[in-house]
């Protein structure tokens, strides 16, 4: 009983890891890569990419939802990972006796792939909210 007790808040941050993950990168490759690439004056090779996935184009018409709703999910992984996480493991003995290294290891997995999250994000942000207004105050 103890292994199923110990596995589930695993499973949980590792869902929770790989979908603000996952979030994050449709964010960028939505959002931010294109006007990125279009910046760097590679706009023909945008126009390939967004002829090959057009599920792109739709997703970019919906940004501001995109971004909220894979802030949301960062903002939520951290608060798991930093807070609750960790109450969870003092109070339920998470970890396994005979590998004490192993909450360890996952702990740190999942702080790697949270702040990869959000760096991705911090990136589309920038890309697509902020480097517009910019170029444009020093081409004025």
């Known amino acids: 009983m103890e292994s199923t007790t110990a596995s589930v808040p695993r499973m949980r941050n590792g869902a929770l890891s790989y979908l603000s993950l996952f979030t994050s990168l449709g964010m960028l490759l939505c959002c931010a890569l294109p006007s990125l690439l279009v910046l760097c004056g590679l706009g023909a090779t945008v126009a390939s990419v967004l002829s090959e996935a057009p599920w792109l184009v739709s997703m970019s018409h919906h940004k501001h939802w995109v971004f909220v ?17 960790p109450r969870l493991q003092a109070k339920n003995g998470a ?46």
């Open 69 to 85: 709703v894979a802030g949301a999910l960062i903002a939520c992984n951290f608060l798991y990972v930093y807070a609750i996480a």
């Open 95 to 140: 970890c396994d006796r005979d590998d004490p290294t192993a909450c360890q290891t996952a702990s740190r997995f999942s702080r790697v792939v949270l702040w990869c999250s959000a760096v991705l994000y911090l990136i589309g942000c920038f890309s697509a909210y902020l480097l517009g207004p910019i170029l444009m105050h020093f081409d004025a």
